[in-house]
């Protein structure tokens, strides 16, 4: 029984870092990016010929999910790593910040 709600617990987590603002943008511009690349390399023929369909919208749509879906579960999972990391660890390895004496 502890283990299920242990793994409901760290579901809602990841649920939680997936559509997080910051993973959101992110994965947004990096199918932006990739999207667009990978459907010339995978439709080009079709592109070319203009022949578009419902079923190249669906295959293009499918397309800018990938690479949307591999930055927004990589993202979740550094947010949870960066979670479950000691505190001293990640104290010691985040960069310094300037504390000013001046109001």
């Not at 919208?57 to 499918?62: G, N, S, W």
């Not at 947010?79 to 504390?99: K, L």
């Amino acid at each position: 029984m502890a283990t299920q709600s242990r793994q409901s617990g760290s579901i809602r987590r990841f649920l939680h870092h997936w559509f997080r603002r910051e993973t959101v943008a992110r994965a947004l511009k990096v199918a932006g990016v990739v999207g667009p690349i990978l459907t010339v390399i995978n439709q080009y023929d079709v592109l070319l010929r203009l022949d578009f369909s419902p079923r190249l919208f669906a295959k293009i749509l499918l397309t800018f999910l990938v690479p949307y879906s591999v930055s927004s579960f990589s993202s979740a999972r550094a947010y949870m790593d960066s979670e479950n990391r000691p505190t001293s660890f990640r104290t010691q390895n985040e960069p310094q910040r300037a504390h000013s004496s001046q109001a």
